[in-house]
Nanobody, 123 residues
Framework: QVQLVESGGGLVQAGGSLRLSCAVSGRTFSSYAMGWFRQAPGKEREFVATISWNGGSTYYADSVKGRFTISRDNAKNTVYLQMNSLKPEDTAVYYC????????????????WGQGTQVTVSS
């Protein structure tokens, strides 16, 4: 069984930065593509960023491209999301996701979810 635990969420002013972390249990972390999704109140869960199992490929939603960076440390079983130049519209619960696909950009491809961490950006 794979378990994902997010941390690093919080309240930040517009223009600020946060770094989310997702610690993954299980010795097969390096074989999973990892991703970040988010869900704002009243909206569907949406793709934010993904990274392939070896870190060789990354993809971002257009809304975060140039501001967010996804990375992973396979030695620490952890994936990160560095969020810069945050905007009020980035406010959401952010979820870590794992998939056996090469990358994970849609929710049906997700095999494991974290519990989520709240990010609130004030204007």
């Amino acid at each position: 069984q794979v378990q994902l635990v997010e941390s690093g969420g919080g309240l930040v002013q517009a223009g600020g930065s946060l770094r989310l972390s997702c610690a993954v249990s299980g010795r097969t972390f390096s074989s999973y593509a990892m991703g970040w999704f988010r869900q704002a109140p009243g909206k569907e869960r949406e793709f934010v960023a993904t990274i392939s199992w070896n870190g060789g490929s990354t993809y971002y939603a257009d809304s975060v491209k140039g501001r967010f960076t996804i990375s992973r440390d396979n030695a620490k079983n952890t994936v990160y999301l560095q969020m810069n130049s945050l905007k009020p519209e980035d406010t959401a619960v952010y979820y870590c996701a794992a998939s056996t696909m090469y990358v994970v950009v849609t929710t049906p491809l997700v095999h494991y979810w974290g519990q989520g961490t709240q990010v609130t950006v004030s204007s």
